[in-house]
């Protein structure tokens, strides 16, 4: 047996492998499922500390309408602006970085380092914005936006060990609807902590402890792979491998980086991956900021109504993934097909419902609310959509694959606060919200059209760089199919 250290897994899909279709395990709840609920916890972390201040930052802005005990902060609606998207600096910057250190150092432990920084810094941040300003505040976002940077490519290469091809959906959504629910319950809590006596410095003791006991809880109990795993049930181990055609190896993968930035399905994930991040991140910065202004809400209020769209989207997460998986693996749908319908829906759906929030006028708040859970709640989709795309086209790169898309999608994250400064001068004007959300409806609409036309769910030829002749095909599901340089080895669907 080969040591910890030297131990590699490889996913390839030889057609040879993949014949026998392999029984599920006896059990119905598995180490697989332990690993999804410790990797869910952490990214629900992960999405509270970044969303930590959406609420908070008006608490510190606005003491009058949380608890006028606490400090207030006399910064302007720019530099609030400037907060709001210091997180991204740091974070563009590790992804293609944070990609390269999961797959020599390991993603468990990255990911495991990467949640106890976050909660490290955001431990600081009360004692710095009282006494260094707010160039200090900043400074602790972009350290936290630095080690979150990892936190994708690190939970995509851990999936694409862990979740078996007929789990994928359900496994990869309930792990990325973490961070929804962390969406909800920070915005819930962080307006209630504000205004209680404990005020807007327990929004940040509080999250950033938290997520230090998540960091202790993944280190110790989560594992790289299968492979790693010492208690893992044979039977299962055998699944989840069988499934994904992976082999214990001790040659290290050297990352296609050219191949990969040639690849036309890898410009279309990018497209879409760019495009929801848009509208995902100025909704998420914006919607406090839009409903105080527009319909006078105080800071409590903010909170439970910012929160009642990701709720409902987590909620919506579990019937998607569960009848996405379902279509693929009665045959009913081809993983390119489910991909792509799913994709669509979970773009072009809140596209629409944008369009419509900008005709609510300031008297119709609860119809706002209603459009505004609709818009947050189909985009959930995009979890069985273009979120598991990485791991359709590259098992062994995933990681890496998102790192690379998610460093030019997140270029988004910077701009949307940024840019919606630009066009809101009025924050009460309900007509320049509109211009906000219309061009938002037009980013979803293009991501998701180039995603369409151009997008696949086959294994690319170089997922598998050290066997570059092998026939490639997918597994026991007859999922998706496989291009093998200039040769189709599966029917197209």
Same mark, same amino acid.
């Given at each position: 047996?080969?040591?910890?250290m030297t131990?590699?897994v490889?996913i390839?899909?030889?057609?040879?492998r993949?014949?026998?279709?392999?029984?599920?395990p006896?059990?119905?709840?598995g180490?697989r499922?332990t690993?999804? +609920?410790?990797?869910?916890?952490?990214?629900?972390?992960?999405y509270?500390?970044?969303?930590?201040t959406?609420?908070t930052?008006?608490?510190m802005?606005?003491?009058?309408?949380a608890? !006028?005990?606490?400090?207030q902060f006399?910064?302007?609606?720019?530099?609030k602006?400037?907060?709001?998207?210091s997180?991204? $600096?740091? *974070?563009?910057?590790?992804q293609?970085?944070?990609?390269m250190v999961?797959?020599? $150092?390991?993603?468990?432990?990255?990911?495991?380092?990467?949640?106890?920084?976050?909660?490290?810094?955001?431990l600081?941040?009360?004692?710095?914005? &009282?006494?260094a300003?707010?160039?200090?505040?900043?400074?602790?976002?972009?350290?936290a936006?630095i080690?979150?940077g990892?936190?994708?490519?690190?939970?995509?290469?851990?999936l694409?060990?862990?979740?078996?091809?007929? %789990?994928r959906?359900?496994?990869?959504?309930?792990? *990325?609807?973490?961070?929804?629910?962390?969406?909800v319950?920070?915005?819930?809590?962080?307006?209630?902590?504000?205004a209680?006596?404990?005020?807007?410095?327990?929004?940040?003791y509080?999250?950033?402890s938290?997520?230090?006991?998540?960091? +202790?809880?993944?280190?110790?109990?989560?594992?790289e792979?299968p492979?790693?795993?010492?208690?893992? !049930?044979?039977?299962?181990?055998?699944?989840i491998?069988?499934?994904?055609?992976?082999? &214990?190896?001790e040659?290290?993968?050297s990352?296609?980086?050219?191949?990969?930035?040639?690849?036309?399905?890898m410009?279309a994930?990018?497209?879409?991956?760019?495009?929801?991040?848009?509208?995902f $991140?100025?909704?998420?910065?914006?919607?406090?900021?839009?409903?105080?202004a527009?319909?006078?809400?105080?800071?409590? %209020?903010?909170?439970?109504?910012?929160?009642l769209p990701?709720?409902?989207?987590?909620?919506?997460?579990?019937?998607?993934?569960f009848?996405?998986?379902l279509?693929?693996k009665?045959?009913?749908l081809?993983i390119?097909?489910s991909?792509? +319908?799913?994709?669509?829906?979970?773009?072009w759906?809140?596209?629409?419902?944008?369009?419509?929030?900008g005709?609510?006028?300031?008297?119709h708040?609860?119809?706002a609310?209603?459009?505004?859970?609709?818009?947050?709640?189909?985009?959930v989709?995009?979890?069985?959509?273009?979120?598991?795309?990485?791991m359709?086209?590259? !098992?062994?790169?995933?990681?890496p694959l998102?790192?690379?898309?998610?460093?030019?999608?997140?270029i988004?994250?910077?701009?949307?606060?940024l840019?919606?400064?630009?066009?809101?001068?009025?924050?009460?004007?309900?007509e320049?919200?509109?211009?906000?959300?219309?061009?938002?409806?037009? +980013?979803y609409?293009?991501?998701?059209?180039?995603?369409i036309?151009?997008?696949t769910s086959?294994i690319?030829?170089w997922?598998?760089?050290?066997?570059?002749?092998?026939?490639?095909?997918?597994?026991?599901?007859? %999922?998706?199919?496989? %291009?093998?340089?200039?040769?189709?080895?599966?029917? &197209?669907?």
């Amino acid at each position: 047996m080969t040591s910890r250290m030297t131990k590699r897994v490889s996913i390839v899909s030889i057609s040879e492998r993949i014949q026998t279709p392999v029984s599920k395990p006896k059990a119905s709840y598995g180490c697989r499922h332990t690993q999804g +609920i410790l990797m869910a916890l952490g990214f629900f972390c992960c999405y509270a500390i970044r969303v930590t201040t959406s609420v908070t930052l008006e608490a510190m802005t606005n003491a009058s309408t949380a608890n !006028p005990a606490f400090p207030q902060f006399s910064w302007d609606e720019k530099i609030k602006d400037v907060i709001q998207s210091s997180f991204f $600096w740091g *974070y563009v910057c590790t992804q293609i970085i944070g990609s390269m250190v999961a797959q020599r $150092w390991g993603a468990h432990k990255l990911f495991s380092l990467a949640q106890f920084a976050c909660g490290f810094v955001t431990l600081l941040i009360p004692v710095l914005a &009282e006494n260094a300003g707010w160039e200090a505040f900043c400074v602790t976002r972009v350290i936290a936006g630095i080690f979150q940077g990892t936190v994708l490519p690190c939970l995509h290469a851990l999936l694409s060990k862990w979740a078996p091809m007929e %789990e994928r959906g359900r496994i990869s959504t309930f792990v *990325y609807a973490g961070g929804w629910i962390g969406n909800v319950t920070c915005l819930l809590s962080t307006g209630l902590l504000a205004a209680s006596p404990w005020g807007w410095p327990s929004c940040f003791y509080v999250w950033g402890s938290i997520t230090i006991v998540s960091s +202790i809880l993944f280190f110790f109990i989560g594992y790289e792979s299968p492979a790693e795993h010492p208690n893992i !049930p044979q039977d299962e181990k055998q699944y989840i491998e069988s499934s994904l055609g992976m082999i &214990e190896t001790e040659e290290k993968l050297s990352t296609p980086w050219l191949k990969i930035l040639s690849s036309r399905p890898m410009w279309a994930l990018m497209a879409t991956q760019s495009a929801h991040t848009w509208g995902f $991140w100025m909704l998420l910065t914006k919607i406090p900021s839009y409903f105080q202004a527009v319909f006078k809400v105080n800071i409590k %209020e903010n909170g439970l109504m910012s929160a009642l769209p990701y709720f409902s989207a987590w909620v919506f997460s579990f019937p998607v993934s569960f009848i996405s998986d379902l279509l693929i693996k009665r045959n009913i749908l081809t993983i390119q097909a489910s991909r792509k +319908i799913c994709n669509t829906f979970g773009e072009w759906v809140p596209a629409l419902a944008l369009i419509g929030l900008g005709y609510v006028d300031k008297e119709h708040s609860e119809i706002a609310v209603a459009i505004l859970v609709i818009a947050v709640t189909s985009n959930v989709a995009i979890y069985c959509g273009h979120n598991v795309n990485h791991m359709d086209l590259s !098992p062994n790169f995933a990681g890496p694959l998102m790192g690379i898309i998610n460093t030019v999608a997140n270029i988004f994250s910077i701009l949307a606060p940024l840019i919606v400064g630009v066009i809101v001068h009025d924050k009460t004007n309900v007509e320049e919200w509109k211009n906000v959300f219309f061009l938002t409806s037009i +980013i979803y609409f293009v991501g998701n059209l180039i995603f369409i036309m151009f997008g696949t769910s086959k294994i690319q030829a170089w997922n598998d760089p050290v066997e570059k002749q092998k026939d490639i095909a997918m597994n026991s599901t007859n %999922e998706s199919s496989v %291009e093998n340089g200039n040769v189709q080895k599966t029917k &197209e669907y």
